[in-house]
């Protein structure tokens, strides 16, 4: 008999996933080894930023109120005491009509307010004029205008790119609180599966699923273990299955959740007493992907399809993976477009439409990516986002506005909105 499944929205199982991730732990690593990772920790300012009023200009270091009343026809002379390259200190303060020779990055020397950018200067030889007033505090780039000591910058949760990077070595974190990653376990199950060196053979077809998770996996720096392919048999599917999880803190398999005589998954969760938070979902591709928690360890049944597959993990499978590392923004970024193609026919599940944005004379505009199947391979390879068309009883026209989910994004978003 074949089992009822009753689905639930997207945006239901997007929040039962969330609601049974557990975070992995925290570790200290190097500063050079933090892209990609999730801080453990804010960012707090340690001091401020410049922690020194310093020019942000190649010039000479001037008192405002000597340059008052110079014009073209008042040119006023100043006397050069000396350099200030970036890295050293004036060895004094300046007087009336005094000026340093300073460059960009150097500190302002002791009485001086102002900077006279080069250009602005008629220069002689330990001397030059000027022919404008300038104002107490210009060109100057002022302790803490940047950020201002115990400011907190950055929260934790937050994905660390280069200019997090960047803010983190000004503070001199040489070691930064992260989140540990967690390990995944892929499995491809299906009879019919070769691996990708050998030759078609009548009724098999290559895995392309194992491969492409693992670059997904990849693509968010994400260590894995592969438990290659397996024929579609209950008992060893099992034993890797127990296996797996025993080995990684998440398991990814591909195939055999439909409702097909061979489609062991279900039983397998059931055998290892693993409880399915679903296991039908009102989208397309992707209905029967199913998720399952045993422990704190979640199990990801994708469909066996290959754009079910891929959609399934850029839907559920990143934002746990995220979740497990506390990210803040585990969600994928999503924009506002115009539909570059009819989708006329109505649907009652909400659908992922791989698709390709660009920037038009019209706006910018998602155009699918060509077959649109559950079991299309080459408009996975063609698009660069997902279309999301909701569910409904209307069609949709060249020119609406729908909203895509944008693919391999560095950073996402902190909130699950469709
Ligand atoms: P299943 O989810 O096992 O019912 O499989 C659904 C469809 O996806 C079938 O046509 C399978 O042959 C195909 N399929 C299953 N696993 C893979 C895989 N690893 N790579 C490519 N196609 C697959
Ligand atoms: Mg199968």
């Not at 200190?89 to 009509?97: E, H, L």
């Not at 968010?220 to 099992?238: A, E, K, P």
């Amino acid at each position: 008999m074949v089992e009822m499944r009753k689905p639930i929205q997207v945006s239901e199982a997007v929040r039962l996933v969330m609601e049974n991730v557990h975070m992995m732990g925290t570790e200290a690593i190097a500063l050079e080894h933090t892209y990609g990772r999730i801080l453990a920790e804010p960012i707090i300012a340690k001091h401020d930023v410049p922690s020194f009023d310093r020019s942000p200009y190649d010039g000479f270091a001037v008192r405002a109120e000597d340059t008052v009343g110079a014009s073209g026809d008042n040119r006023i002379p100043f006397t050069v005491i000396g350099e200030i390259g970036a890295g050293h200190v004036a060895d004094r303060g300046i007087g009336s009509r005094e000026a340093y020779r300073i460059m960009t990055g150097a500190p302002i020397p002791d009485n001086a307010d102002a900077v006279v950018m080069l250009e602005q200067t008629t220069e002689g030889k330990d001397s030059f004029t000027l022919r404008k007033p300038f104002s107490q505090g210009e060109n100057i780039s002022f302790k803490g205008e940047d950020a201002k000591e115990g400011e907190r910058l950055i929260e934790a949760g937050a994905f660390i790119h280069p200019g997090t990077i960047a803010l983190l070595a000004t503070f001199g974190y040489a070691k930064v609180n992260v989140a540990k990653r967690p390990i995944a376990g892929i499995l491809s199950t299906g009879t019919e599966l070769l691996d990708v060196s050998e030759e078609l053979a009548p009724g098999k077809i290559r895995n392309s699923n194992g491969p492409m998770i693992a670059a997904q996996l990849t693509r968010m720096g994400i260590g894995y273990t592969s438990y290659g392919m397996q024929v579609d048999d209950l008992d060893t599917c099992t034993e890797v299955v127990e296996k797996a999880l025993a080995e990684t803190d998440l398991l990814i398999t591909t195939g055999g959740v439909s409702v097909g005589d061979y489609d062991y998954l279900p039983a397998i969760y059931e055998r290892l007493g693993a409880k399915a938070l679903f296991n039908k979902v009102a989208m397309r591709p992707g209905s029967v992907t199913t998720v399952a928690v045993l422990g704190n360890k979640l199990l990801f049944g994708l469909s066996g399809n290959p754009s079910a597959c891929f959609t399934g993990f850029e839907l559920l499978t990143r934002p746990a993976i995220l979740g497990m590392q506390g990210a803040i923004t585990p969600y994928m970024p999503r924009m506002t477009v115009k539909l570059g193609e009819d989708f006329a026919k109505p649907n009652p599940f909400t659908r992922f439409i791989r698709a390709f944005w660009e920037t038009t004379p019209a706006g910018i505009v998602a155009v699918p990516a060509g077959f649109n199947k559950s079991n299309a391979v080459s408009s996975i390879a063609r698009g660069n986002c997902l279309i999301v068309l909701p569910s409904g009883t209307r069609g949709y026209r060249t020119g609406a506005d729908v909203d895509i989910l944008l693919l391999g994004a560095e950073q996402g978003i902190g909130e699950w909105v469709l």
